[in-house]
């Protein structure tokens, strides 16, 4: 009887110290929730988004774009600004090709953009094929790769699945770089599209073709003395050639006239860019600047030098620029039955 009631309290106690353990494990280390993976918008992004509703996508925007370029060559350059123009405001909804008053589009910092005329006949055609399926935002950015390869840059996988964006305000465009910016703004600029210092130099990069209006260096030729030397504040004051710009000077006799942003190779996409920054001969005080700061110069000489450098990171940089606060929920935006217009109610 006396085993019995030993038994019966050691059970008691062994429960007991046990419940304890459990308390004060409990206590000390709780438990941990279970991680749920959340997915970014530019998760939902896809490079089968269209394989099964719209399949011949993307070779409707390829001839489009082929045809446009095969016209006028300095289309492409101006497809590329304009792909980066949308993504710089409000991320890549196409919010740059609505055309209502007061959007974007009809902003003082978007005067000067072209390449409309091309995405609206790709989405005419788009549409008479697969209706209200394909995005204006997918078909400017893959209009934009597209372009880019014409020209002979690179070629890279465009992943689909943006939706067009409802809004446009006129005065964010004129958040976007128009050339004359210090290099620390430019840097403050793309991190906060979630874009780095390289991804800002290589894009600049794009500069090897494509035209600027003699507006835009207006105030860069005509601040400089004698010695080629800008007398302007610290954040332009970079050295340009004194023979091109005495060039630059017979070019842009009128603010309305336009001149090659690479003076060297101006219908090439090539690596030229960067070899004209350390000549002195960045066109703009943005790329000239590039080269004369820290933080950018050891990647503008070591694109300089490397061609397939640049043209593989172009083609990463690209994809990144193409992500930016993409519009991919159910309920986000929108695809346009029109690009220049939000769909009725």
């Known amino acids: ?68 370029v095969k016209k006028d060559y300095t289309l492409a350059a101006s497809i590329i600004r304009l792909h980066f123009h949308d993504c710089a405001v409000r991320g890549c909804d196409a919010s740059i090709l609505l055309n209502h008053t007061g ?15 091309v995405i609206d006949e790709i989405k005419a055609e788009v549409e008479k094929r697969c209706p209200k399926t394909v995005s204006c935002a997918d078909i400017l950015t893959a209009a934009a790769r597209d372009a880019t390869i014409l020209i002979g840059g690179p070629f890279w996988e465009v992943p689909f699945g943006r939706k067009d964006g409802k809004v446009s305000i006129a005065r964010e465009a004129s958040t976007v770089p128009q050339g004359h910016e210090n290099i620390t703004a430019l840097i403050h600029f793309f991190q906060a599209r979630g874009l780095n210092v390289l991804d800002l130099v290589v894009l600049s990069g794009s500069h090897t073709i494509g035209r600027s209006t003699c507006r835009s260096i207006q105030s860069r030729l005509f601040h400089f003395n004698g010695h080629g030397r800008d007398v302007m504040p610290p954040h332009s004051s970079s050295l340009l050639n004194a023979t091109y710009m005495r060039v630059l000077k017979r070019k842009c006799r009128r603010s309305c006239d336009h001149v090659d942003l690479d003076g060297t190779t101006p219908r090439k996409f090539d690596n030229e860019y960067y070899k004209n920054m350390e000549k002195k001969m960045g066109l703009l005080s943005t790329d000239q600047g590039l080269y004369s700061d820290a933080r950018t110069s050891p990647i503008v000489q070591a694109l300089a030098t490397q061609p397939d450098l640049f043209m593989n990171q172009f083609a990463v940089s690209m994809v990144k620029l193409g992500n930016v606060q993409v519009l991919t929920a159910e309920n986000d935006g929108e695809i346009r039955g029109n690009c220049n217009f939000v769909n009725p109610p």
Not at 22 to 49: E, G, R, W
Not at 109 to 114: C, E
Request: proline share 5%; charged share 20%.
């Open 103 to 117: 959007s974007e589009r009809r902003g003082e910092g978007s005067k000067t953009l072209r390449g409309f005329q």
């Open 1 to 68: 009887m006396r085993r019995c009631c030993f038994s019966f309290l050691f059970l008691l106690l062994l429960v007991f110290y046990q419940l304890d353990g459990l308390a004060s494990s409990s206590t000390t280390t709780p438990l941990k929730k279970p991680k749920v993976n959340v997915l970014s918008p530019q998760d939902l992004l896809s490079f089968t988004h269209y394989l099964h509703t719209c399949p011949d996508a993307e070779g409707i925007i390829q001839n489009k774009v082929r045809a446009w």
